[in-house]
């Protein structure tokens, strides 16, 4: 499900400006940052996904019910679902459950964030840990870690994790869990082409004429120098990460209660009143929709950022 | 060509053995085991351990493992566990269905993406440009199976235009000699099935299409921004060759390999939308088959799906790969 997307073309910072063509040298991450302002792009993306922290962090004291709590299950009956400003006290009404949408959308941005996290930050430290092998060491080691990484690769991303899921049972950690392994042969790959892209390079002989020990030029050169592609694509993984979330919980994959606030589950169960309750699938949808948006461009902004090719323009 | 074929071939045996350990050891890792997962979870210890002397799940790992390998040479699979049949025959009986839907979306995706990609570049900067870029990113992070539910409602609901699911109305009685069932339409004259059998096949396929409709989209338009401004097509302007040569022959062609790599990679995500797709739109393909199959823990059939979707991977990414000879013949088959 994951995909590595093509640079979009036509560099959106300005050529001339005069923060990015200092003779003083400003240091790679900086100068991204700088040019990352200037983005509008960069700028929506950014307060997309700082309203998505702020409600996910602040769900506790936002949201009015708690996530699994029915506290409108008295109002509904088999044939009529409360829909928004229907009801007092239920601003976006109820679901089939007798729960309240507002206060399960606020919750699911928690576990949403929760799983987008901690299963890119599991993809990462996998691909990383293979890719640093792969790249670092070369020889035999490089051809038995890529050849593992392509037989992942061989199988889709979603049947992938599912499979994980399926031996570990349902649960969201199972979920986090099969995300997280599905996404490391791709981070895997990308450090590892990344590192290879910087062996020949200068700086790298300098520390090598130094005497300076193998592991000491790939821990502290030949790593931090080939992070860039790896961190654009850990944004675009949290992304990917949600929405592959949202639809493993959707195939019923999650565990736990039935009416456990997660979006993805939010969908499965308003497939059968999509005709009468149609914004019980289209909220959470659209909650997923644009969080997946304010990762991607943000993700997108700070590949442009730190694409030399644009840079030196 | 023959031996460019034989050596890619050759080089999907060592990805496939290692698969084969990686599927043997995953099925020895569910939870339970391979008995458990056979009999459900309520199964008798004797039960059980019937199972395992039947099945040799008791012997030594090396000995089951060669067995194992041994059936998959042979073509068995194994018998699924939910419906008990042999996996490769519910494989056959239901590919067709994803095969169509797959057929529908790529058309579709292709058809709109790479039009709309070439005339983005070619009005760089101006409205057409803008939204394309807009439309791609909308298409890239919309849930495949929540845009099912919007095309439901507003096409199948609100307007009753599109059938909102299944294959085929069950009022109609068709024959089927392929599976394929609007091939099927036309083959027997059954033209009124045929048309039914389509009409239920465009609300899946622009749901499955519309993700690789935007990375088509974004491919082309960078590829053809790239190309457009090299130096072949200022010379060929100079030479004062027609626009219209210079747009299909230099442009167009230089600008569709890396489209085509790409077309070729949308399979994953093809067949992981299948899945989505399938069950939004009760579309009785494999798609949904893997489905049930999740949840049975139906793993004969996770299994040979698995190694099935291994080998087309590699024979589409072996077709992609002789295709760029044809598109650019700088490029030489090696």
Known sequence: MSTILPPAAGGSAAPNDPAIDTGRGTGLWKDAFLRLRRNPQAIVGAVIIGLFLLVAI??????????????????????????????????LGLDRFGGDVLSKLIWGAQASLLIGVVSTALGLAGGMLLGVLAGGLGGWVDNVIMRFVDILLSVPNLLLAVSIAAVLGQSSYAIMIAIGVSQIPIFARLLRSSMLSQRGADYILAAQTLGLSRRTITMSHLLPNSMGPV??????????????????SFLGLGGGLPQAAEWGRMLTYAQAELAVAPQLAFLPGACIAITALGFTLLGESLREALDPKTRRK | MLRVIGKRIALLIPTLFGLSILLFLWVRSLPGGPATALLGEKATPEA?????????????????????????????????????????????TRFP??????????????????????????????????????????????????????????????????????????????????????????????????????????LPGLALGTIPLAIIVRITRASVLEVQNADYVRTARAKGLMERTI????????????????????????????VLTETVFAFNGIGRFLR??????????????IIFIAILYALINLIVDLSYSVIDPRVRVQ
């Open chain 2, 247 to 274: 747009r299909g022959s230099f442009i167009l062609r230089n600008a569709m390999l890396p489209v085509v790599t790409t077309i070729g990679l949308q399979l994953g995500l093809l067949i992981s939308g299948a």
């Open chain 1, 231 to 248: 961190i654009v694509q850990a944004t675009l993984t949290l992304a990917t990460a949600v929405i592959d979330a949202a639809a493993l």
């Open chain 1, 58 to 91: 602040l769900a506790p004291l936002l949201a009015p019910y708690g996530g699994d709590e029915l506290p409108g299950r008295t109002s509904i009956t088999p044939t009529t679902i409360p829909g928004p400003g229907e009801i007092d006290g239920f601003p």
């Open chain 2, 97 to 202: 269905a994803t095969l169509e839907l797959t057929v529908v979306a790529l058309v579709f995706a292709i058809g709109v993406g790479v039009p709309l990609g070439y005339f983005a570049a070619r009005y760089y900067g101006r409205f057409l440009d803008h939204s394309s870029v807009v439309l791609s990113l909308i298409g890239i992070t919309v849930p495949v199976f929540f845009l099912a539910f919007i095309l439901k409602y507003i096409f199948a609901i609100q307007w009753g235009i599109l059938p909102p699911d299944g294959r085929q109305d069950a009022r109609i009685d068709a024959t089927h000699y392929t599976q394929f069932y609007v091939l099927d339409g036309i083959l027997t004259g059954e033209y009124d099935a045929a048309w039914d059998a389509f009409l239920h096949l465009i």
């Open chain 2, 48 to 92: 059980i351990a019937r199972v395992n002397e039947l099945y040799g799940f008791d012997r030594p790992l090396l000995t089951q493992y060669l067995t194992y390998v041994g059936r998959l040479l042979q073509g068995d699979f194994g018998v699924s566990i939910n419906t008990g049949r042999p996996v490769l025959e519910e494989f056959a």
């Open chain 2, 292 to 305: 049930d199959a999740i949840f049975g823990l139906d793993y004969p059939v996770l299994q040979g799906f």
